[in-house]
């Protein structure tokens, strides 16, 4: 009988049971060390390094094989910067190895191989490196101990990150290698490299010339973003104030997000040029036409200010002059004759309240009015950019489409992505969406936005040598009580260069300025200029106009 019991339970083990015990031998026989894969790279529109790898040394443990563990955590203690208790805790626990601190720097690697203790093991690891420092660290973001965690490198982080390999050995019942034994290597697959949009070089110029706002003016935001106007490619993008992305921690995280894509605010007069391009493609707007502006305009028994209300409006001007001197009252006007549909529908059409689908996280889509709260009170103020919050990027797209022939595009930060071998995986082309106004209608406002860099409030955004068009704003701030403050603007600019083939827009603001006048005359239109000056001399595009003394000599 004993033996029949015997015989059952053998048969149960060797027929029933065999995989289940086959696999709970093999996990106790053999162990496995994950081997990380080496992350893609990024690169900008020239093939030049953004963001790459390095390695850095883990400290890490064998648990079975340390000796005398209360010794072993207090040597440690000071030199990993951990409490004793931890180090004890991970040094004692029931595993075949742990992590006790990763990617350390050198001096710390050194000072615990010094101490030459059994079971402590040393091995490389991969470690995010960024050769420009803080250049573009709002765009390309940031990799935390194993992903991407902001910018592109969250977004991208399943091309970026690859697939992690394994290293089998065969170990005794203590976890130790057994020696002359037979490893298998499950290999990682190397993240994709991305190829972006981006240029470096007029990166940097932005850069330079927000840190140079800063200096002067001392605001609490500033932000530039360059776009091609015939393609919707970003070539450069960035924001003050930013942070290290090797020391991210250190930083308030709000500091981690690109504003022109994630921050919204009111356009101010820099939104007119949407209402002057409906007005143009709507054939109401007549520029030499009077318009009698005394400071101000009462609707629905709401007065509505012009910005020179204190010194009794600008008086008989016409239609051009009113954006030259760009007068609310006169914008108003306009958008009464357009009316809350069709304004609306151009606001829409140009992209306005609604994600422009860049490839970049947390992009917000702004805020306009419904088509039933668009009453006349909110038709006028938003005629004039003013109760409604739109992003950088969205201004930045839509002067684009009027100066590119009417046409809007999809913006976009990644052109290419490639495998380890270099072969093509995504490549991206230009992505229409809509014709929102004629050509002709273009080329007027093109014409119509030069004017208030020749003869109005955009003067000190003139380049030397090159004809650029754009419009100025300044947008009141609401306080925490939601009304407007007085003494809290965002002076911005948004325009296009060279007039005659534009081949750049850019969207500059600052906003509360602390340091020096606080005029846009003074800070964000002096930066338009000094920005588009150095791109074009990067691009190396001829001046609009040639030499006078070389003109009279011949």
């Given at each position: ?7 059952g339970?053998?048969?149960?083990i060797?027929?029933v049971?065999?995989?289940?015990l086959?696999?709970?031998?093999w996990e106790?026989?053999n162990?496995?060390?994950?081997v990380?894969?080496?992350?893609g ?7 030049r390094l953004?963001a790459?790898s ?7 443990a064998?648990?079975p ?5 209360g010794?072993?955590?207090a ?36 000072a ?12 490389d690891?991969?470690?995010?490196y960024?050769p ?17 965690w ?8 399943e ?6 390999g ?10 130790r ?17 991305l190829?972006?949009t981006?240029?470096e070089?007029i990166?940097h ?12 003016s001392?605001p ?6 360059v ?10 993008a960035a924001?003050?104030?930013?942070y290290?992305p ?17 921050a ?13 391009a409906a ?6 707007y ?16 709401r007065?509505i200010?012009c ?5 009794g ?7 051009q002059?009113a954006l ?8 108003i ?5 357009i009316g809350?549909?069709?304004?609306l ?10 994600l422009?689908?860049?490839?970049y ?24 950019g003013?109760?409604?919050?739109v992003?950088?990027?969205?201004q ?10 009417g046409?809007?595009y ?5 052109k ?18 809509r ?17 208030v ?5 955009g003067?000190?955004a003139?380049?030397e040598?090159?004809r650029?068009?754009?419009?100025t ?5 609401v ?6 403050m007085?003494?809290?603007?965002v ?19 600052v ?6 006048p606080?005029?846009g005359?003074?800070t ?15 691009l190396q595009?001829?001046?609009s106009e ?9």
């Amino acid at each position: 009988m004993i033996t029949l019991v015997l015989i059952g339970r053998l048969a149960w083990i060797q027929i029933v049971c065999a995989d289940e015990l086959y696999e709970e031998a093999w996990e106790q026989w053999n162990h496995h060390v994950p081997v990380q894969t080496a992350r893609g790279s990024i690169f900008d529109r020239h093939k030049r390094l953004l963001a790459g790898s390095t390695t850095a040394q883990t400290v890490a443990a064998l648990p079975p094989q340390i000796e005398n563990p209360g010794e072993v955590a207090a040597a440690l203690s000071p030199i990993l910067e951990k409490e004793e208790e931890e180090i004890f805790a991970l040094i004692t626990a029931d595993r075949s190895a742990v992590y006790l601190k990763r990617k350390v720097d050198p001096q710390i690697s050194e000072a615990v191989q010094e101490m030459a203790i059994p079971g402590i093991v040393f091995f490389d690891e991969e470690k995010r490196y960024y050769p420009g420092g803080n250049l573009a660290s709002q765009l390309l973001g940031f990799v935390g101990m194993d992903q991407g965690w902001a910018g592109l490198e969250i977004y991208y982080e399943e091309y970026l990150s690859g697939y992690e390999g394994k290293l089998l050995y065969p170990a005794d019942n203590r976890g130790r290698q057994v020696p002359h034994e037979f490893k298998q290597s499950l290999p990682p697959k190397q993240g994709y490299d991305l190829y972006l949009t981006v240029d470096e070089t007029i990166q940097h110029i932005v850069e330079k010339q927000l840190d140079q706002v800063v200096a002067d003016s001392a605001p609490a935001l500033a932000l530039a973003v360059v776009v091609d106007p015939h393609s919707g490619a970003v070539l450069a993008a960035a924001s003050r104030p930013d942070y290290d992305p090797d020391m991210y921690d250190d930083y308030d995280p709000e500091r981690w997000s690109l504003a022109p894509f994630t921050a919204a605010f009111e356009p101010g007069s820099t939104f007119k040029v949407v209402t002057l391009a409906a007005a143009v493609e709507e054939g109401i707007y007549d520029p030499e036409e009077h318009f009698y502006c005394s400071g101000h305009v009462t609707i629905s028994g709401r007065r509505i200010n012009c910005w020179t209300a204190d010194q009794g409006g600008h008086g008989d001007i016409t239609f051009q002059e009113a954006l030259g001197v760009s007068c609310n009252p006169a914008f108003i006007e306009l958008g009464r004759r357009i009316g809350a549909e069709k304004l609306l529908a151009y606001i829409e059409a140009f992209g306005y309240g609604q994600l422009t689908g860049i490839d970049y996280p947390g992009e917000s889509p702004g805020l306009i009015f419904s088509p039933e709260a668009l009453g006349p009170v909110e038709l006028a103020t938003t005629s004039f950019g003013q109760g409604i919050a739109v992003t950088p990027l969205q201004q930045a797209m839509a002067v684009a489409a009027m100066a590119n022939g009417g046409y809007l595009y999809k913006p976009y930060l990644v052109k290419e992505i490639h495998d380890s071998e270099g072969n093509v995986i995504l490549q991206r082309e230009p992505e229409l969406m809509r014709q929102v106004i004629s050509t002709e209608t273009s080329a007027r406002l093109v014409e119509l936005m030069e004017s208030v860099i020749l003869e109005g409030t955009g003067k000190t955004a003139a380049v030397e040598g090159y004809r650029v068009a754009g419009k100025t704003g300044t947008a009141e701030k609401v306080g925490p009580d939601n009304s407007y403050m007085s003494d809290q603007f965002v002076y911005s600019f948004v325009g296009v260069a060279p007039v005659e083939d534009p081949q750049i827009v850019l969207y500059v603001a600052v906003d509360g300025v602390t340091k020096g006048p606080r005029y846009g005359s003074y800070t964000s239109a002096p930066l338009f200029s000094r920005i588009i000056e150095d791109v074009m001399n990067y691009l190396q595009l001829p001046p609009s106009e040639p030499e006078i003394e070389e003109a009279d000599e011949n």
